[in-house]
Every structure is written in C-alpha cells, then in structure tokens.
C-alpha cells in the first residue's frame, strides 16, 4: 500500500515538473492542484481500506476468521446444537463466535486473515486392495466414499486439509471393510448386492463415529469394483472346466440310459407288432389256403380230367427248365402228358 501511494505521489511530482520545464512557445499543461491530490490519495486508501474490510463467504464455502492466528469467527452452512457443543466444548474457544449463512462479512485490515473450506460433498477412492473373505478366497476390491466438512474448525485443527482427511478416511474405512470382509464369504461378497449394501452402510455409520471428532460427515460407503487376483484366474478357469465336464457326463450318461430304455421299448414293440403281423398273416394265409382247398375241391368236382391235367402242368413249370433232363418210364403217371400217353 506504501509503494502504490509513493507511485502515486512521484506521478504527479513528475507532471508538475515537467509542465514548468516545458518550452514558452509549448501549450502549458494545466497542472493539478496539491490538494486535489491529497483527494485522490485518500479516496485509493479509503479503497483499498474497504477492500479489506470485507470478505464474502458464497454457497459452497465455509469459513473461519483468524486474528494474529488465534480463532475469532467460524462462518458455518447451519449452526447446529452439536456444532456448538464441539467448539465450545474446547476451552480456548469458548470465545469463538459461530455465525450461519453466505455474503459479506466484515473483519478488520491486514491484522485479520480469512481461512476458507468447501462444503461440497467430496470424493475419495482408494487402490485396487486384495482382501481375504471368511472362506479364504483372495478378492481384490477398490472402494469410494462420499464426505463432507461439516465443522470447519475441528477440520483445521485435527487433520487440517482435504488429503490429509483422505488418508486418515482410508485407515478407518480398510480396516472396517477388512473386519467385514474376513466373516463375509466371497459368494455372498460378489453376488448378495443386498448384502453388501447393508455392510457398506453399517461401515458408513461405524466410521462416522470415529470421524464425528474431525468435524467430517461420511455420505455413503460403496465398494465400487470386486474382481479375483490374476494368479486365480487359471485355477477357477480349471475348476469351471472340470465342473462343466462333470455336468457334461452327467448329461451324457443321463442321455446314453434314456437311449437304451427308448430302443428297448422300440425294440419290444416291434417284436409285439411282428408277432402280431404275422399271426395275422398266417390267418389269413390259413384262410386263402382253406379258401383255395374248396375252390380246387369244387372245381376236382365238375371235372376231375381237367384239374387233373392242369395240376401237372403246374407241376412241370415248377420242375422242369430249359435245359432240365430227367429219366422216367413212359408208363409213369408224371410223363403222360409229355409222351402224350393216357
């Protein structure tokens, strides 16, 4: 402040210098009164003193004012009985004033300095870790927290900024999420989402008790990623190979024996049908032969000479070829009509 109002006096010395050094035959510039730069001098303090008496606090913001370091004002979203009761609970800031709200707020010049802290929910994630659940399978998990600043000043005097509140969240939420974990076992963990809803909240709500004293507030709890380690992943592949062939048997033998009772009832039937088949057949053929019996019967009957005759020729076509030679008496009952004798 000191240089800006020597910058401001010498400019003007130099004006009114170099208006008296100017030539006659020059147009004189019209030099500035001395009082009116006593004016100007006093309106940039005046300025530059209301400059820094003010400090806003906008909406997502919290605030704490300090004096020669010692804690004047905490400037909080919503004054609350436990807020309150936290600080005043401390004895070197029963004094502190606790004001709510967002705008303008006074504090006195170069002696007063302003400590600012965001309300904004805040974001932490971890590292992909490896875990061991109650079944002794080796999970590796990665997991989020959402947090908040809820009483800047226990914030300032406890773990003070945003990566240190990170660090200690990450303590607190592993080591709860590893007791959980180790009687969780890793069916349940990977596939229950209900489950491991109510785990990452009964953590949420573990942890909020410990931090309580920090002046933070844990939004929510999730494990964000569960995947197995990469030297698994060939036992489970052998593991789900082996399973997959049993059931594949299974399905084999399962088909092979219903294979075996199908042809056997095929087979049984068939036979049935055949046997029916052919009694059928041999009734019938029983029938054609009783019916060919009476038809040849009636027909020896109307003339014997003629039925005679024609079952011999029947006779010679079933034994007799092309090239058929036989040896028989021409008296014999056979050759009677091959020698054309009666």
């Known amino acids: 402040m000191e240089e800006l109002l020597k910058k401001v006096i010498k400019y003007f010395q130099d004006k009114e210098s170099d208006g008296r050094q100017s030539s006659d035959k020059q147009i004189k510039t019209p030099s500035i009164p001395k009082k009116w730069i006593g004016i100007i001098v006093f309106v940039i303090l005046a300025t530059i003193l209301v400059a820094n008496s003010l400090f806003t606090v906008n909406e997502f913001e919290q605030a704490i004012l300090t004096r020669f370091g010692e804690v004047q004002v905490v400037i909080v979203e919503e004054i609350t009985p436990k807020i ?3 600080i ?13 709200g ?31 659940t109650s079944d002794k399978k080796k999970i590796v998990l990665d997991n989020n927290a959402q947090w908040v600043i809820r009483n800047p000043l226990l914030f300032r005097i406890t773990v003070n900024n945003v990566r240190s509140a990170n660090t200690k969240l990450d303590d607190i939420i592993y080591s709860k999420l590893n007791e959980k974990i180790g009687l969780t076992d890793g069916t349940t963990l990977i596939s229950d989402k209900e489950y491991v809803y109510a785990m990452t909240n009964q953590i949420k709500l573990n942890t909020n008790e410990e931090v309580k004293n920090f002046g933070m507030e844990v939004i929510d709890v999730r494990i964000a990623k569960t995947e197995l380690p990469a030297s698994n992943y060939e036992n489970i592949f052998n593991r789900m190979r082996t399973e997959r062939q049993k059931i594949a048997n299974k ?22 049908l055949k046997a029916e088949a052919y009694e059928k057949a041999q009734a019938i053929k029983g029938e054609g032969d009783a019916l060919a019996l009476e038809t040849y019967a009636q027909a020896y ?3 014997p000479e003629f039925y005679a005759f024609y079952r011999t020729l029947e006779s010679y076509k079933k034994t007799l070829g092309d090239k058929t030679k036989i040896v028989i008496g021409a008296d014999s009952e056979f050759a009677k009509y091959l020698y054309g004798t009666e």
């Not at 005043?88 to 709510?100: A, C, H, L, M």
Request: zero cysteines; a positive charge.
């Open 251 to 272: 399905f084999r033998a399962e088909g092979e024996e219903q294979y075996k009772i199908k042809k056997a009832q095929a087979t049984k039937e068939v036979t049935i």
């Open 84 to 86: 309150e009761k936290d």
């Open 301 to 303: 009957n109307k003339d």
């Open 88 to 100: 005043y609970d401390i004895p070197q800031f029963k004094d502190v004033k606790i004001r709510e």
């Open 102 to 132: 967002k705008g303008l707020f006074f504090k006195v010049p170069i002696i007063d300095q302003v400590e600012k802290y965001t309300s904004r929910l805040l974001t932490y994630n971890t590292l992909a870790r490896e875990v061991t």
